[in-house]
């Protein structure tokens, strides 16, 4: 069964204080794998999508990678607007390919 | 343009209403979703449609119905809810059925009174 755990599950930084969100998986066969950021009661908006061991991809401050068993997202120097919970979630290249399957989010707070 | 639109964003409705969530995408994606989404909880999938077509139902109990009327919108009607059937309903869209990244809507906030 394909599965997706992400840790912490919440992380408090100060303003400026560069982390890591981490998201391991195993999965039969990756097709993809996929970073959102959700605000409190808005669909979740899409960061990055990685497909191989290796790749990595950056927006503004985020910055995405991924071996064969996790991804981490990087934030450095985060602001306050970060704060937000953030998706993992991998789609299988095996047997139901259009599912996603997330993982349970890490919450960051970035406080002033 | 990446979005994906729903309407209403809120909805109050009793146990013996039937109501509708509309969700529209205007960027020539080939699969559409439905989500439900708990509060503190990750998304979960509930029906699939690959070119109008559905091709996954998620063991969503018959008092949710989906609908694709063309390949730009997607219906799920519902009628005789429970309470328990509150949540964050979610659209989202993407270009084919797999490997690519799914855009989200800003979802609709139903209740179940």
């Known amino acids: 069964e394909d599965q997706v755990t992400q840790s912490p599950e919440a992380l408090r930084l100060q303003e400026g204080e560069s982390s890591s969100l981490n998201c391991s998986y195993t999965?039969?066969?990756?097709?993809?794998l996929f970073w959102y950021r959700q605000d409190p009661g808005k669909g979740p908006e899409f960061l990055f999508t990685?497909?191989?061991a290796g790749e990595e991809k950056e927006k503004e401050r985020l910055k995405a990678t991924l071996t064969k068993k996790e991804s981490f997202l990087h934030i450095t120097a985060p602001k306050p607007e970060d704060s937000a919970t953030y998706l993992c979630a991998v789609q299988a290249s095996q047997g139901g390919s259009e599912k996603l399957v997330f993982g349970k989010g890490t919450k960051l707070t970035v406080n002033p | 343009d990446t979005e994906v639109t729903q309407t209403p964003k809120h909805l109050v409705m009793g146990m013996t209403n039937k109501k509708s969530l509309k969700c529209e995408q205007h960027m020539g994606h080939r699969a559409m979703y439905w989500y439900k989404q708990k509060a503190k909880k990750p998304p979960e999938l509930m029906f699939v449609y690959s070119y109008e077509k559905l091709s996954i139902n998620e063991s969503v109990p018959s008092r949710f119905s989906p609908e694709c009327p063309n390949s730009s919108l997607l219906n799920l009607h519902l009628h005789a809810l429970q309470p328990e059937d509150s949540a964050l309903y979610l659209c989202?869209?993407?270009?084919?059925?797999?490997?690519?990244?799914?855009?989200f809507g800003q979802g609709t906030r139903l209740t179940v009174v």
């Open positions: 989202a869209s993407s270009q084919d059925v797999g490997g690519t990244g799914a855009f």
């Open positions: 990685l497909y191989s």
């Open positions: 999965v039969s066969g990756l097709r993809g």
